[in-house]
Structure formats: structure tokens, C-alpha cells
Nanobody, 124 residues
Framework: QVQLVESGGGLVQAGGSLRLSCAASGRTFSSFAMGWFRQTPGKKREFVAAIRPGDGNTYYADSVKGRFAISRDNAKNTVYLQMNSLKPEDTAVYIC?????????????????WGQGTQVTVSS
């Protein structure tokens, strides 16, 4: 029943910006944590950013802190990832996940539903 659909990926030059969207359905969106992860071939899924319901606390990987910002629009059942000052090492498939309110948001195994991902490529 739960469906997550990512969009907004593409090709940008280093230093550029991109905004990713994740549209959710089949769940009371405002009551669940949402997170962004990324994955490249040969690597396990890597935490990027997350946001909790209620208090709206946000969490970021050290590698993206100060460059990326996560937000949510409960009226639209959508979570966003604003990506600024992009670097070639940010290149990956970006995947949206959802989980219960009190999960350890940095841990991949805590999420119970995932989208299919959207490709982000940053050229040198």
C-alpha cells in the first residue's frame, strides 16, 4: 500500500544545485519519519539526511552538512532534499525511505518502505 516516488535527479556541474522530491501515499505521512539515502555500485546504502514528524528535528551526514537541507510539506505528502554546492562525490542514486516515528534515522535497517531512487550525477 505504501508507495514512495522520487523525482528531480539529473546531471549538474560541480558547484551547482538540485532539489529532489519524494511523494508518499498509503500512509499517514505526518506521523512518520522520512529519510534520504544514497547508493553507488559496490557500496551499501549511505545515510544522507532525515526528518522526524511532530518536532521536525533534522539530521545530516557530516559529508553534506551545510550544503543539503531536508524539509517536508505535510499538506502535499512530500519530502524534499535541497542540494547545494554539489561535488562529484555526491554522484549516486538517491533513495527516499519512511519509518516509524522513533526509529534510529541514520540506520538503513530501521526503515520499512523505500522508493526506487533517482539518479544524481555531478560532473567535474
Amino acid at each position: 500500500q505504501v508507495q514512495l516516488v522520487e523525482s528531480g535527479g539529473g546531471l549538474v556541474q560541480a558547484g551547482g544545485s538540485l532539489r529532489l522530491s519524494c511523494a508518499a501515499s498509503g500512509r499517514t505521512f505526518s506521523s512518520f519519519a522520512m529519510g534520504w539515502f544514497r547508493q553507488t555500485p559496490g557500496k551499501k546504502r549511505e545515510f544522507v539526511a532525515a526528518i522526524r514528524p511532530g518536532d521536525g528535528n533534522t539530521y545530516y551526514a557530516d559529508s553534506v552538512k551545510g550544503r543539503f537541507a531536508i524539509s517536508r510539506d505535510n499538506a502535499k505528502n512530500t519530502v524534499y532534499l535541497q542540494m547545494n554546492s554539489l561535488k562529484p562525490e555526491d554522484t549516486a542514486v538517491y533513495i527516499c525511505g519512511t519509518g516509524r516515528r522513533n526509529i534510529a534515522v541514520r540506520a538503513t535497517e530501521e526503515y520499512d518502505y523505500w522508493g526506487q531512487g533517482t539518479q544524481v550525477t555531478v560532473s567535474s
